[in-house]
C-alpha cells in the first residue's frame, strides 16, 4: 500500500504482517498539488509527515519577511515541527509541498498508540532521528567550514537530483545564499 514506508522502516527493523497492518491504521494518506501548505506558521503543528513521494521544504520568515528555508524532506524522509508537535505550541515555521505529493501522516496520538502496538517501531524511529540529527549536526559545520562556492558544489555533487527538482531560490535560502550568488556560482560551473 505504502511501498516506500515499508521499505524504508525495513531497512531498519523487520516489521510483521500485522504491525504493517496496525501501522496501515495510524496512517492518514494525505495527496497534495504544488505549493499547499501542510503547517502554516501560528499554527499547532498535530502530526509527522513522510513523504512516500514529492517533496516538501519547511521555511520560516526573518524579520524583514524574507523566507528562510530551514528543511527539505524528499521521498523517504520524515519532516515536523518537531517544537510544536511536542509542546503543543504554535509553530514558527511553515510545511509546504514544492512538488505534487503523497504525504503520510501520524498524529502525535496515533504515533505513542503505534508505538505501544508494534514496539519495534520505537527502535526505528530513533535510529531515523539519530541519523536527522547527525545530518543536522554535519550541516552546522558545513556552514561554518566551507565558502558559500563550496558548500554549494558539495550540496550539487551529493544531491544532484535534488537540486534539479528544488527551485532556485528555495536552495539558494537553505544554503544561505541568495538566488542572484546562487546563479552567478552555477553559470562558472
Not at 524583514?64 to 503543543?88: C, I, N, P, R, V
Request: net charge neutral.
Amino acid at each position: 500500500m505504502y511501498p516506500n514506508l515499508i521499505n524504508h522502516i525495513q531497512t531498519y527493523v523487520q516489521l510483521s504482517e500485522q504491525d504493517i497492518q496496525t501501522l496501515y491504521r495510524h496512517i492518514k494518506f494525505l495527496s497534495l498539488n504544488r505549493r499547499e501548505v501542510l503547517l502554516r506558521e501560528g499554527q499547532i503543528c498535530r502530526s509527522y509527515y513522510f513523504v512516500e513521494k514529492g517533496c516538501l521544504r519547511m521555511y520560516f520568515l526573518n524579520n524583514k519577511g524574507m523566507e528562510k528555508t530551514t528543511q527539505f524532506a524528499l521521498e523517504h524522509w520524515w519532516l515536523s515541527d518537531y517544537f510544536s508537535l511536542l509542546d503543543q505550541k504554535p509553530s514558527e515555521y511553515t510545511i509546504e509541498t514544492i512538488e505534487q505529493s503523497e504525504i503520510l501522516a501520524i498524529s502525535a496520538q496515533s504515533f505513542e498508540d503505534l508505538l505501544k502496538e508494534v514496539p519495534v517501531l520505537e527502535l526505528y524511529f530513533r535510529k531515523v532521528m539519530q541519523k536527522a540529527v547527525a545530518a543536522s549536526q554535519l550541516r552546522i559545520k558545513l556552514l561554518y567550514e566551507l565558502s558559500k562556492e563550496e558548500l554549494f558544489l558539495l550540496f550539487n555533487a551529493q544531491f544532484p537530483e535534488f537540486v534539479q527538482r528544488v527551485p532556485q531560490y528555495m536552495l539558494a535560502s537553505y544554503l544561505g545564499l541568495t538566488p542572484e550568488y546562487l546563479s552567478e556560482i552555477r553559470k562558472k560551473k
